[in-house]
């Protein structure tokens, strides 16, 4: 099984700041998705970034974009000009690329942005 | 843009009383998914479903659950007899993905799990 970790339960961070958000990954594939999903006080899951493994290349959404370091096992979200709305708890994910298509979570980081 | 829906947002139970939630997947989605989320502790996978059969389950998915899609539209996850253990925020997703892997020979973002809103079950 697929484990992955959140080390930081909270961060604050002041409206049109930068925060980076850290999420590590244990597996023994090779080709896999990770994903980051938010979920805002209505506890709506919204996707905000996809990446597949075998691109090097870093996803980007607007806002939004991911450090991924295939060989650390590392897949960190940043969140740059942060808004009032990005106030959310963040979810990293990782879903295997063959044999099945769930998704295992992290616990989850806390994000507020102050005014 | 299309999107999951789940009815009801809210349901209170009474132990040992069933439960049906029920889900809308995205149109042309073909994995249906079910994940609970128990307040205060990660999302958890319940179970998948694909060309009308469970795909695969967690072992959360016992026998007081199932899921079922009775017709072209709906995809519902009944709970027989609720347990206090029960109550939690109940996800229904959906993705395009295919066994195959792709979509008319196209990498395409299918595997990306789409969530619908959440049906927050209240046992009591």
């Known amino acids: 099984a697929q484990t992955v970790t959140q080390s930081q339960p909270e961060m604050s961070v002041q409206e049109a700041e930068t925060v980076t958000l850290s999420c590590t990954y244990d597996?023994?594939?090779?080709?896999?998705?990770l994903f980051w999903y938010k979920q805002p006080p209505s506890r709506q899951m919204i996707l905000v970034i996809r990446?597949?493994?075998?691109?090097?290349q870093n996803a980007t959404e607007n806002r939004f974009s991911v450090n991924f370091q295939k060989a650390a096992k590392s897949f960190s979200l940043k969140i740059s000009d942060s808004q009032l709305g990005d106030t959310a708890m963040y979810f990293c994910?990782?879903?295997?690329?063959?044999?099945?298509?769930?998704?295992?979570f992290g616990a989850g980081t806390t994000v507020t942005v102050r005014a | 843009e299309p999107e999951v829906t789940q009815t009801p947002s809210h349901q209170v139970t009474q132990m040992g009383q069933e439960v049906i939630l029920r889900c809308v997947p995205i149109?042309?989605?073909?994995?249906f998914y079910w994940y609970r989320q128990i307040l205060g502790q990660k999302v958890e996978f319940l179970v998948s479903?694909?060309?009308?059969?469970?795909?695969?389950k967690s072992e959360i998915f016992d026998d007081q659950f199932s899921v079922e899609r009775p017709d072209g539209s709906n995809f519902t996850l009944k709970i027989r007899s609720t347990k206090l253990e029960d109550s939690a925020m109940y996800f229904c997703?959906?993705?395009?993905?295919?066994?195959?892997?792709?979509?008319?020979?196209?990498?395409?973002?299918?595997?990306?799990?789409?969530f619908g809103e959440g049906s927050w079950l209240t046992v009591v």
């Open positions: 997703a959906s993705s395009e993905w295919t066994r195959q892997g792709r979509v008319q020979g196209r990498e395409s973002s299918g595997n990306t799990i789409y």
């Open positions: 597996t023994s594939e090779n080709n896999y998705y």
């Open positions: 990446q597949e493994a075998y691109k090097q």
């Open positions: 994910a990782f879903m295997k690329h063959i044999g099945d298509y769930k998704l295992s």
């Open positions: 149109s042309n989605h073909l994995y």
């Open positions: 479903f694909y060309n009308n059969e469970i795909s695969e």
